[in-house]
């Protein structure tokens, strides 16, 4: 029979990081002054006084609980996070550039954190110096200020009287609760409840780079998820200790996977952007093998046990070329929403050189169901076809494995559905 959907030789999986409760929601204009907290006071970066007190039992995204008194706590229901068994597609989404981020060339210091020289800014024009000079100094003060606020301002009585540095290192996190949170998802609906959620579950990483003050450490970027993960119940401060042990390479990894996953709506951050959580796991490594290797090494990650998984997928894609690491996102959301015909993209992979036919190659993959190692079985099919029958049998295979996987496996509702669903595929296989 053929096979049932190509869409699970592409299922993969990776580690866990969602949350529970967060940090009570922020927004607001980096550089916009002019508005008043409820009682005309500021914070002052220590903690907030009871009538504004913010819990330190929790841990930002990270499933830990910090609270702000009365409504202003937050409950995400749908923290962003790499669940297990992701189908890694890119649902149509614009192809993201891999890229890796420079090796870093800093040595940390004997505790495995540098923690960077900041120099107190230059007196402002009236001769005080910034009240705020650290990142994590001023999101407190904005959390204190703004709670779940929907009040573009409610940011800017702090961002006046803090420095350069620590407004630059807050904007991520207030531009992705106004991007994200107050100008998409809660546009139509601005209550505390649905603003708290949706920062809580898109920015939170943002937060959490800011309260690292730049510091920077050795460890790889798939470590910060196990130290996210530990810091459930101990605070903020843990989970900014885990972004402050990463790498420069690995946090700008780290970065980019979040920032994609918040602008992905609701999808699951590992389904859009497959791309930015590979390059993550794999810490940046690319390697010389192609797409066919690649391929396969990635199917045969799904045998392995859940706890080897990830290390096994981070193995694969750290093998391979820049070039075949493309191929494979793209071959990846092709099988997801295969809009046009994309068998070519699915049999260029398998480096097609031979002379057998469309309906030879259809033949061929009916057997690979026995086979021991299916992709290879599968690649080896299109191989064994010229470049053009290839074409041709990838685009009905791609069209099948998207929209005939309720056959489950079934020859006859597959025939019926190659005919019907995938008949233009179909046809031109026969030519």
């Known amino acids: 029979m053929l096979h049932r959907t190509l869409l699970c030789v592409l299922a993969v999986t990776a580690v866990g990081c969602q949350g529970t409760e967060v940090?009570?929601?922020?927004?607001?204009?980096?550089?916009?002054?002019?508005?008043?907290?409820?009682?005309?006071?500021?914070?002052?970066?220590?903690?907030?006084?009871?009538?504004?007190?913010?819990?330190?039992?929790?841990?930002?995204?990270?499933?830990?609980?910090?609270?702000?008194?009365?409504?202003?706590?937050?409950?995400?229901t749908d923290a962003v996070r790499i669940p297990a068994d992701a189908v890694v597609a890119d649902s149509g989404s614009t192809l993201?550039?891999?890229?890796?981020?420079?090796?870093?060339?800093?040595?940390?210091?004997?505790?495995?954190?540098?923690?960077?020289?900041?120099?107190?800014?230059?007196?402002?024009?009236?001769?005080?110096?910034?009240?705020?000079?650290?990142?994590?100094?001023?999101?407190?003060?904005?959390?204190?200020?703004?709670?779940?606020?929907?009040?573009?301002?409610?940011a800017a009585p702090c961002l006046s009287v803090a420095s350069p540095l620590a407004a630059a290192g807050v904007a991520p996190y207030l531009n992705c609760a106004k991007n994200n949170c107050i100008n998409s998802a809660c546009a139509k609906d601005p209550s505390p409840k649905c603003i708290g959620d949706c920062i809580g579950s898109k920015c939170m990483m943002a937060a959490i780079a800011c309260g690292a003050d730049g510091k920077y450490g050795p460890e790889p970027c798939p470590s910060a998820f196990g130290c996210l993960e530990a810091c459930k119940d101990k605070g903020t401060e843990c989970s900014y200790g885990c972004y402050a042990k990463l790498s420069k390479a690995a946090q700008a990894q780290m970065d980019a996977l979040f920032t994609c996953a918040a602008a992905a709506g609701d999808k699951d951050a590992f389904a859009a952007c497959p791309a930015q959580a590979l390059t993550c796991i794999a810490s940046g490594k690319t390697g010389s093998g192609g797409c066919t290797s690649l391929f396969v090494c990635m199917d045969s990650c799904n045998a392995l046990p859940e706890a080897a998984k990830v290390g096994c997928l981070g193995t694969c894609w750290g093998n391979a070329t820049p070039s075949a690491q493309t191929q494979w996102i793209e071959i990846s959301k092709c099988m997801q929403a295969p809009a046009v015909p994309c068998g070519q993209t699915f049999a260029t992979c398998a480096e097609p050189k031979g002379t057998k036919t469309c309906l030879d190659a259809l033949g061929c993959w009916d057997t690979c169901d026995k086979a021991q190692k299916k992709a290879d079985c599968h690649l080896g099919c299109l191989a064994a076809a010229s470049p053009v029958e290839a074409t041709k049998a990838g685009n009905l295979l791609v069209c099948m494995g998207a929209k005939c996987g309720d056959c489950k496996g079934d020859k006859t509702c597959e025939d019926q559905c190659a005919k019907s669903t995938c008949k233009p595929e179909f046809e031109a296989c026969l030519k």
Request: aromatic share 2%; with cysteine.
């Open 96 to 154: 993201v550039d891999v890229a890796q981020p420079p090796a870093d060339t800093a040595q940390p210091a004997v505790d495995g954190v540098v923690t960077p020289d900041i120099a107190q800014d230059a007196p402002q024009p009236d001769g005080a110096v910034a009240k705020y000079q650290m990142c994590s100094q001023l999101l407190t003060c904005v959390w204190v200020a703004c709670g779940s606020s929907a009040d573009p301002n409610c």
């Open 23 to 76: 940090a009570p929601a922020v927004v607001g204009n980096v550089g916009s002054a002019d508005a008043q907290t409820a009682d005309g006071q500021l914070g002052d970066g220590t903690a907030p006084s009871s009538d504004a007190a913010v819990a330190g039992d929790g841990s930002a995204g990270t499933g830990g609980d910090t609270a702000v008194a009365g409504d202003a706590a937050v409950q995400p």
